[in-house]
């Protein structure tokens, strides 16, 4: 039987950092096959979990949520047939809708042995309130259908943010197991543990042994829940061992379970010439009705500027690109950046971005430069001037 996972999340929200966690620490000794759409022209991150010995197959051609919905199923069934996994981890893009991507996957488990094991959606602690607001369609779309949100960079905010990421997750999904703690405080199968709900307060005291506490006696839970006529006479256990009631009742508080995001970034800093809130954050005025319309593809919402370049950077003239689509709207509104350039001193400059911050590190040498830019209203020619590939 063949377990499938999908783990949604809104852009920059940490997927690709969580998967290679969880195949590191929780899924070692699984054949994984690894499901992933970018969205935009240049896939990113396909190296980055090649290296961990995962298939890749890559659709880039569109989202799997939007125009691959029809073709998935059956690209789905080939990964199936011809590595025949243990799991396979589903990364749709993070503009997507959970609830397409789950109607994409529903119905193969009738042709094949396979199992819809977890819906997981990784959302940013420090923006939930921000992409509610601004893109509440798609965003609070993979907060409604998750049964687990794992929360990122939850160790870059103060107690009482988190308290209110959390309540405001819960306005749209109520039922969901909230995964809180920093991502470098627990292990991945603690992680997975919670997405598949092993390790709920529901299911520990279902495993305990349960002893009357008046007679002492191990009763069987079967028999307690079908033949509540014991033979203890009136000074002993007159309990009817509802047990549903008393194991059952707990509304899986797990908003103080587990989550991090690696970036060591200020978590205020916003710096969009934007509507902010008391917070810091930036509310862009897009028409998004903050998320009553249900009914757009995301390629009718975002667009994506992506390119292949053999440029040679310096990390000065990468940092000034990044603040500038960091602090104007002069080439769109900017959800995401991701790229990976050649410097002029030989090395490789790795960067990331999302609203009001980024990140710059050195990594490997890949087979050319990559770059992609997603948000609303790009301005792609000022883009290409900007990074030197007009």
Same mark, same amino acid.
């Given at each position: 039987?063949?377990?499938?996972?999908?783990?949604?999340?809104?852009?920059?929200?940490?997927?690709?950092?969580?998967?290679?966690?969880?195949?590191?620490?929780?899924?070692?000794?699984?054949?994984?096959?690894?499901?992933?759409?970018?969205?935009?022209?240049?896939?990113?991150?396909?190296?980055?979990?090649?290296?961990?010995?995962?298939?890749?197959?890559?659709?880039?051609?569109?989202?799997?949520?939007?125009?691959?919905?029809?073709?998935?199923?059956?690209?789905?069934?080939?990964?199936?047939?011809?590595?025949?996994?243990?799991?396979?981890?589903?990364?749709?893009?993070?503009?997507?809708?959970?609830?397409?991507?789950?109607?994409?996957?529903?119905?193969?488990?009738?042709?094949?042995?396979?199992?819809?094991?977890?819906?997981?959606?990784?959302?940013?602690?420090?923006?939930?309130?921000?992409?509610?607001?601004?893109?509440?369609?798609?965003?609070?779309?993979?907060?409604?259908?998750?049964?687990?949100?794992?929360?990122?960079?939850?160790?870059?905010?103060?107690?009482?943010?988190?308290?209110?990421?959390?309540?405001?997750?819960?306005?749209?999904?109520?039922?969901?197991?909230?995964?809180?703690?920093?991502?470098?405080?627990?292990?991945?199968?603690?992680?997975?543990?919670?997405?598949?709900?092993?390790?709920?307060?529901?299911?520990?005291?279902?495993?305990?042994?349960?002893?009357?506490?008046?007679?002492?006696? !191990?009763?069987?839970? *079967?028999?307690? =829940?079908?033949? /509540? %006529?014991?033979?203890? &006479? +009136?000074? $002993?256990?007159? #309990?009817? @061992?509802?047990?549903?009631?008393?194991?059952?009742?707990?509304?899986?508080?797990?908003?103080?379970?587990?989550?991090?995001?690696?970036?060591?970034?200020?978590?205020?800093?916003?710096?969009?010439? !934007?509507?902010?809130? *008391?917070?810091? =954050?930036?509310? /862009? %005025?897009?028409?998004? &009705? +903050?998320? $009553?319309?249900? #009914?757009? @593809?995301?390629?009718?919402?975002?667009?994506?500027?992506?390119?292949?370049?053999?440029?040679?950077?310096?990390?000065?003239?990468?940092?000034?690109?990044?603040?500038?689509?960091?602090?104007?709207?002069?080439?769109?509104?900017?959800?995401?950046?991701?790229?990976?350039?050649?410097?002029?001193?030989?090395?490789?400059?790795?960067?990331?971005?999302?609203?009001?911050?980024?990140?710059?590190?050195?990594?490997?040498?890949?087979?050319?430069?990559?770059?992609?830019?997603?948000?609303?209203?790009?301005?792609?020619?000022?883009?290409?001037?900007?990074?030197?590939?007009?």
């Amino acid at each position: 039987m063949t377990k499938i996972d999908i783990f949604s999340g809104f852009l920059g929200a940490g997927k690709t950092t969580l998967i290679k966690k969880l195949l590191q620490e929780a899924f070692q000794g699984e054949k994984v096959v690894l499901i992933e759409n970018e969205f935009g022209e240049i896939g990113i991150d396909g190296g980055f979990l090649k290296d961990a010995g995962v298939e890749i197959t890559e659709m880039n051609s569109g989202c799997i949520c939007c125009s691959l919905v029809g073709d998935f199923g059956t690209a789905l069934k080939e990964v199936l047939t011809k590595y025949n996994p243990d799991r396979v981890i589903i990364e749709p893009s993070g503009v997507g809708k959970l609830s397409d991507v789950i109607r994409a996957v529903q119905g193969i488990d009738t042709e094949l042995e396979v199992k819809l094991n977890s819906l997981v959606t990784v959302a940013d602690a420090t923006k939930c309130k921000m992409y509610m607001k601004n893109f509440g369609e798609f965003y609070n779309n993979q907060v409604e259908y998750a049964k687990t949100i794992i929360l990122s960079r939850t160790g870059k905010i103060s107690p009482e943010r988190l308290e209110d990421s959390v309540k405001l997750l819960k306005e749209y999904n109520s039922e969901a197991t909230i995964i809180t703690t920093p991502w470098e405080e627990i292990n991945g199968m603690q992680i997975l543990g919670a997405m598949e709900q092993e390790h709920s307060l529901v299911s520990q005291m279902l495993k305990e042994e349960d002893v009357c506490p008046t007679c002492g006696h !191990h009763h069987d839970h *079967e028999e307690e =829940h079908n033949h /509540h %006529d014991h033979d203890h &006479d +009136e000074e $002993h256990c007159h #309990h009817d @061992h509802d047990h549903d009631e008393e194991h059952c009742h707990h509304d899986h508080d797990h908003e103080e379970g587990h989550c991090h995001h690696d970036h060591d970034h200020d978590e205020e800093h916003c710096h969009h010439d !934007h509507d902010h809130d *008391e917070e810091g =954050h930036c509310h /862009h %005025d897009h028409d998004h &009705d +903050e998320g $009553h319309h249900h #009914h757009h @593809h995301a390629d009718d919402v975002f667009t994506s500027w992506g390119v292949e370049t053999p440029h040679k950077y310096t990390e000065q003239e990468v940092k000034e690109a990044l603040e500038k689509l960091a602090d104007t709207k002069e080439y769109g509104t900017i959800l995401r950046a991701k790229g990976m350039l050649p410097n002029v001193n030989g090395e490789w400059i790795y960067f990331d971005l999302v609203p009001g911050e980024y990140e710059l590190r050195k990594g490997a040498p890949e087979y050319t430069g990559r770059l992609c830019v997603i948000g609303t209203d790009l301005d792609q020619d000022k883009l290409a001037v900007l990074f030197s590939v007009a």
